[in-house]
């Protein structure tokens, strides 16, 4: 790269003008970069917390077992569950719901929405027995459905840091493309600016000492 | 030197006696027979076009929570209340088993089914069906195991 019909005046404010951008460019994707990181590190928490609120949930129905249908914490504790989950759930579709994962986030939507409307009705069960086979066989489904949310979020889980590894990917990509940018552009405005400036090249005997 | 020798010797002695009692806890449970006097040990696969033909009613003996997990679809829960010994000639008076939930009709064909083939429940309650008058008794020796494994349809 050189510039030939440029003087060195216009050289330098090229240059500058040019090296700005690619600076303020190179800020700009750091910036983006630092983003999707901290969003990634949000999306983890979040996933985190679902699983820890679905882990809660299934805990309170066992207890519910337990007691017989008969504690009030527990009913408090699957209901404090469902509600975390929920919240967590909409905060991860809003961060990074896209076309890859729209389906999957349905899926787990309506998976979800049936289990909640079973936790309720279980926990508003006036008693519950191990020896009542419709009771066992109801928590057996809430069990199942338990285990499909669980692999569900796992695979959305997969997905999105699939989503965010990719896009830091995209993004160190486009920083280092910037620097090496930067770097074409001063290296040929330097060189540049020494021969076609002076108008002629020394030769290369003249700075010999006689 | 003897040090070396007596550390080996207790090494091997603990390792043999894990192994037998490793061994003696897989035959704890023993597997089922192969057949069933009086009715029909049959496979999935033919479980599978019953289901699909509707040719039979189905009763799943396993705990009624388990039922709930997955079952065959359209499959009775009968939870089996088992205390007897997993032998052919157990004590039915021990168990207990919801002979309601059978069909009226003694002629009706009827697949019993539990786990899989250690699942004696269903083997127990099959023969307990023949011994109540059910001429057409079936019995997935397989289990549930089996059906999941091959991915065919739940509920």
Same mark, same amino acid.
């Given at each position: 790269?050189?510039?030939?019909t ?66 009030t ?24 719901s ?18 909640s409307q ?5 926990a ?6 191990i020896?009542?086979d ?33 896009v ?16 074409a ?7 540049g ?18 | ?15 043999l ?8 806890? =897989? ?8 057949? %069933? @006097?009086?009715? /029909? !040990? ?11 033909s ?10 009624a ?11 009775t ?6 205390k ?7 004590? =039915? ?8 939930? %059978? @069909?009226?009709? /003694? !002629? ?43 991915g065919?349809?739940?509920?």
């Amino acid at each position: 790269m050189s510039f030939p019909t440029l003087t060195i005046r216009g050289k330098l404010i090229f240059t500058s003008v040019t090296s700005l951008g690619l600076v303020a460019a190179l800020i700009f994707s750091g910036w983006v970069g630092f983003l999707h990181d901290e969003d990634m590190k949000r999306v983890n928490a979040l996933l985190d917390n679902q699983a820890i609120s679905l882990q809660l949930t299934l805990r309170a129905i066992n207890e519910l077992v337990v007691t017989e249908g008969t504690s009030t914490a527990s009913k408090e504790m699957a209901q404090k569950g469902l509600a975390d989950f929920s919240q967590a759930l909409d905060e991860i579709e809003a961060m990074v719901s896209n076309d890859q994962t729209r389906d999957d986030f349905k899926k787990l939507h309506e998976e979800w929405d049936d289990f909640s409307q079973d936790v309720k009705q279980f926990a508003a069960r006036r008693s519950i027995s191990i020896s009542d086979d419709e009771d066992m066989v109801a928590l057996g489904r809430l069990t199942r459905k338990a285990e499909a949310i669980d692999e569900d979020v796992n695979t959305i889980a997969t997905a999105t840091r699939q989503i965010v590894q990719t896009v830091l990917r995209t993004t160190a990509g486009v920083i280092i493309a910037l620097m090496v940018l930067m770097s074409a552009v001063l290296v040929a405005s330097l060189s540049g600016s020494t021969a076609p400036s002076t108008g002629r090249s020394m030769p290369a005997s003249s700075t010999r000492p006689n | 030197m003897k040090l070396i020798q007596r550390t080996s010797t207790i090494l091997v002695v603990a390792f043999l006696l894990c192994m037998a009692s490793t061994l003696a806890l =897989a035959q704890e449970k023993p597997s089922t027979p192969n057949s %069933l @006097p009086g009715g /029909k !040990a049959i496979s999935v696969e033919k479980a599978k076009q019953l289901v699909d033909s509707k040719g039979a009613f189905f009763f799943d003996t396993r705990s009624a929570v388990n039922f709930g997990k997955g079952h065959i679809p359209g499959a009775t829960s009968v939870s089996y209340r088992e205390k007897s010994d997993y032998k052919v000639d157990f004590d =039915a008076s021990q168990d207990q088993l919801d002979l309601s939930k %059978l @069909p009226a009709d /003694k !002629a009706a064909n009827l697949v019993f089914y539990s786990d899989g083939p250690k699942g004696w429940k269903s083997y127990k309650a099959a023969v307990i069906a023949i011994k109540n008058g059910y001429t057409s008794v079936m019995w997935m020796r397989d289990g549930s195991a089996a059906w999941f494994a091959k991915g065919y349809p739940t509920e």
